[in-house]
Protein backbone atom coordinates (compact mmCIF):
# COMPACT_ATOMS: atom_id res chain seq x y z
CA UNK A 1 0.00 0.00 0.00
CA UNK A 2 2.99 2.06 0.57
CA UNK A 3 4.33 1.54 -3.05
CA UNK A 4 1.25 2.08 -4.34
CA UNK A 5 0.84 5.79 -2.62
CA UNK A 6 4.46 7.30 -3.18
CA UNK A 7 5.99 5.71 -5.55
CA UNK A 8 3.40 6.32 -8.97
CA UNK A 9 6.25 7.74 -10.93
CA UNK A 10 7.62 5.64 -13.62
CA UNK A 11 10.98 6.87 -13.40
CA UNK A 12 11.74 5.00 -9.81
CA UNK A 13 13.97 2.13 -10.09
CA UNK A 14 15.29 1.17 -6.88
CA UNK A 15 13.22 1.50 -3.74
CA UNK A 16 14.23 -0.31 -0.32
CA UNK A 17 11.80 -1.69 2.81
CA UNK A 18 12.98 -1.29 5.86
CA UNK A 19 11.33 -3.60 8.25
CA UNK A 20 10.29 -2.77 11.65
CA UNK A 21 12.04 -4.46 14.74
CA UNK A 22 10.64 -7.50 15.12
CA UNK A 23 10.13 -8.50 11.53
CA UNK A 24 12.36 -11.68 10.38
CA UNK A 25 13.84 -11.19 6.59
CA UNK A 26 11.30 -14.28 5.54
CA UNK A 27 8.48 -12.47 6.73
CA UNK A 28 9.34 -9.01 4.82
CA UNK A 29 10.11 -11.07 1.79
CA UNK A 30 7.01 -12.60 1.90
CA UNK A 31 5.09 -9.24 2.03
CA UNK A 32 6.97 -7.29 -0.04
CA UNK A 33 6.55 -9.95 -2.59
CA UNK A 34 2.51 -9.76 -1.82
CA UNK A 35 2.67 -6.55 -2.79
CA UNK A 36 5.04 -6.15 -5.60
CA UNK A 37 2.67 -9.31 -7.31
CA UNK A 38 0.55 -6.69 -8.85
CA UNK A 39 3.11 -4.75 -10.88
CA UNK A 40 4.69 -7.12 -13.31
CA UNK A 41 8.25 -4.70 -14.09
CA UNK A 42 9.33 -4.93 -10.12
CA UNK A 43 11.77 -7.56 -9.09
CA UNK A 44 11.93 -8.14 -5.38
CA UNK A 45 15.86 -8.97 -4.12
CA UNK A 46 17.28 -9.75 -0.97
CA UNK A 47 20.70 -7.46 0.46
CA UNK A 48 22.52 -10.26 -1.28
CA UNK A 49 21.20 -10.52 -5.07
CA UNK A 50 21.22 -6.28 -4.67
CA UNK A 51 24.47 -6.60 -3.82
CA UNK A 52 25.55 -9.29 -6.24
CA UNK A 53 23.67 -7.56 -8.87
CA UNK A 54 25.34 -4.48 -8.25
CA UNK A 55 28.87 -5.93 -8.37
CA UNK A 56 28.26 -8.15 -11.84
CA UNK A 57 27.15 -4.64 -13.39
CA UNK A 58 30.78 -3.04 -12.19
CA UNK A 59 32.71 -6.43 -13.34
CA UNK A 60 32.65 -6.00 -16.71
CA UNK A 61 33.52 -2.69 -17.18
CA UNK A 62 36.65 -3.67 -15.19
CA UNK A 63 37.16 -6.72 -16.73
CA UNK A 64 37.17 -4.41 -19.65
CA UNK A 65 39.52 -1.82 -18.85
CA UNK A 66 41.58 -5.01 -17.78
CA UNK A 67 42.32 -6.33 -21.07
CA UNK A 68 43.43 -3.08 -22.64
CA UNK A 69 45.42 -2.67 -20.04
CA UNK A 70 47.08 -5.83 -20.74
CA UNK A 71 47.24 -5.32 -24.75
CA UNK A 72 48.99 -1.68 -23.47
CA UNK A 73 51.35 -3.56 -21.52
CA UNK A 74 52.09 -6.17 -24.21
CA UNK A 75 52.63 -3.44 -26.82
CA UNK A 76 55.19 -1.30 -24.31
CA UNK A 77 56.76 -4.34 -23.75
CA UNK A 78 57.13 -4.90 -27.75
CA UNK A 79 58.63 -1.28 -27.51
CA UNK A 80 60.94 -1.69 -25.37
CA UNK A 81 62.16 -4.56 -27.16
CA UNK A 82 62.78 -2.78 -30.70
CA UNK A 83 64.04 0.64 -28.57
CA UNK A 84 66.72 -1.81 -27.12
CA UNK A 85 67.46 -3.57 -30.40
CA UNK A 86 68.02 -0.48 -32.40
CA UNK A 87 70.40 1.08 -29.23
CA UNK A 88 72.67 -2.34 -29.97
CA UNK A 89 72.69 -2.10 -33.79
CA UNK A 90 73.44 1.84 -33.09
CA UNK A 91 75.74 1.66 -30.27
CA UNK A 92 78.32 -1.56 -31.71
CA UNK A 93 80.68 0.29 -31.88
CA UNK A 94 80.49 1.36 -28.16
CA UNK A 95 79.93 -1.91 -27.07
CA UNK A 96 82.84 -3.51 -29.05
CA UNK A 97 84.59 -0.80 -27.02
CA UNK A 98 83.84 -2.02 -23.75
CA UNK A 99 84.39 -5.67 -24.39
CA UNK A 100 87.68 -4.69 -25.48
CA UNK A 101 88.43 -3.02 -22.22
CA UNK A 102 87.78 -6.25 -20.78
CA UNK A 103 83.59 -6.54 -20.51
CA UNK A 104 82.54 -10.14 -20.71
CA UNK A 105 79.78 -11.26 -22.76
CA UNK A 106 77.15 -11.88 -19.80
CA UNK A 107 78.20 -7.85 -18.26
CA UNK A 108 77.45 -6.72 -21.54
CA UNK A 109 74.20 -8.65 -21.48
CA UNK A 110 73.55 -8.09 -18.33
CA UNK A 111 73.68 -4.21 -19.02
CA UNK A 112 71.22 -4.64 -21.68
CA UNK A 113 68.80 -6.15 -18.93
CA UNK A 114 69.47 -3.54 -16.18
CA UNK A 115 68.95 -1.27 -19.46
CA UNK A 116 64.98 -2.84 -19.77
CA UNK A 117 64.64 -3.04 -16.06
CA UNK A 118 65.03 0.99 -15.58
CA UNK A 119 63.27 2.00 -18.45
CA UNK A 120 59.96 -0.02 -17.20
CA UNK A 121 60.47 0.44 -14.11
CA UNK A 122 60.23 4.35 -14.71
CA UNK A 123 57.15 4.23 -16.75
CA UNK A 124 55.42 1.38 -13.46
CA UNK A 125 56.28 4.38 -11.23
CA UNK A 126 54.74 7.18 -13.59
CA UNK A 127 51.60 4.98 -14.26
CA UNK A 128 51.33 3.91 -10.54
CA UNK A 129 51.36 7.80 -9.81
CA UNK A 130 48.85 8.49 -12.46
CA UNK A 131 46.77 5.86 -11.45
CA UNK A 132 46.78 7.25 -7.46
CA UNK A 133 46.22 10.77 -8.42
CA UNK A 134 43.26 9.77 -10.79
CA UNK A 135 41.75 7.49 -7.85
CA UNK A 136 42.08 10.41 -5.53
CA UNK A 137 40.38 12.89 -8.08
CA UNK A 138 37.73 10.42 -8.65
CA UNK A 139 36.78 9.24 -4.76
CA UNK A 140 36.81 13.60 -4.00
CA UNK A 141 34.63 13.45 -7.38
CA UNK A 142 32.00 10.87 -6.33
CA UNK A 143 32.37 11.81 -2.56
CA UNK A 144 28.74 12.59 -2.58
CA UNK A 145 27.19 9.67 -3.57
CA UNK A 146 29.31 8.30 -0.57
CA UNK A 147 32.28 6.83 -2.40
CA UNK A 148 34.79 8.29 0.27
CA UNK A 149 37.81 5.45 0.81
CA UNK A 150 40.81 5.17 -1.57
CA UNK A 151 41.62 1.72 -1.54
CA UNK A 152 44.90 0.74 -3.23
CA UNK A 153 44.93 -3.43 -3.60
CA UNK A 154 49.17 -3.14 -2.89
CA UNK A 155 48.90 -7.72 -3.28
CA UNK A 156 47.64 -7.48 -6.75
CA UNK A 157 49.88 -4.16 -7.38
CA UNK A 158 53.06 -5.97 -6.25
CA UNK A 159 52.22 -8.77 -8.35
CA UNK A 160 51.43 -6.78 -11.49
CA UNK A 161 54.57 -5.12 -11.03
CA UNK A 162 56.59 -8.17 -10.60
CA UNK A 163 55.23 -9.91 -13.79
CA UNK A 164 55.75 -6.19 -16.33
CA UNK A 165 59.41 -6.57 -14.86
CA UNK A 166 59.68 -10.41 -15.82
CA UNK A 167 58.56 -9.14 -19.13
CA UNK A 168 60.85 -6.68 -19.58
CA UNK A 169 63.72 -8.96 -18.73
CA UNK A 170 61.89 -11.29 -21.46
CA UNK A 171 61.75 -8.47 -24.11
CA UNK A 172 65.46 -7.70 -23.46
CA UNK A 173 66.74 -11.48 -24.20
CA UNK A 174 67.44 -10.93 -28.09
CA UNK A 175 68.85 -7.42 -27.56
CA UNK A 176 70.82 -8.83 -24.68
CA UNK A 177 72.06 -11.75 -26.71
CA UNK A 178 72.87 -9.67 -29.70
CA UNK A 179 74.61 -7.26 -28.13
CA UNK A 180 76.99 -10.57 -26.64
CA UNK A 181 77.50 -11.98 -29.17
CA UNK A 182 79.20 -8.94 -31.09
CA UNK A 183 82.61 -9.94 -32.91
CA UNK A 184 85.14 -7.44 -31.53
CA UNK A 185 86.63 -7.01 -34.42
CA UNK A 186 83.19 -6.12 -36.35
CA UNK A 187 82.12 -4.11 -33.29
CA UNK A 188 85.06 -1.76 -33.67
CA UNK A 189 85.24 -1.58 -37.46
CA UNK A 190 81.74 -1.13 -37.50
Known amino acids: ?34 GAAGFPG ?27 VLLAVAIALL ?13 TRDLG ?26 GLLGGAAAGLAGGLALVAALGFQGITDLVVP ?7 FALVLAGALAAAALPARRAARLGLEAAIAG
Open 42 to 68: VSVSDPVQYAMAQAAAVERPVALVDAL
Open 97 to 122: LLRVLGMTRGQLALTVHLEALMVVAL
Open 1 to 34: ETYRRGYHNPTIRTAFVKARPGFGAADVRREVDI
Open 154 to 160: AGPLLAA
Open 79 to 91: GVMNTLSLAVVER
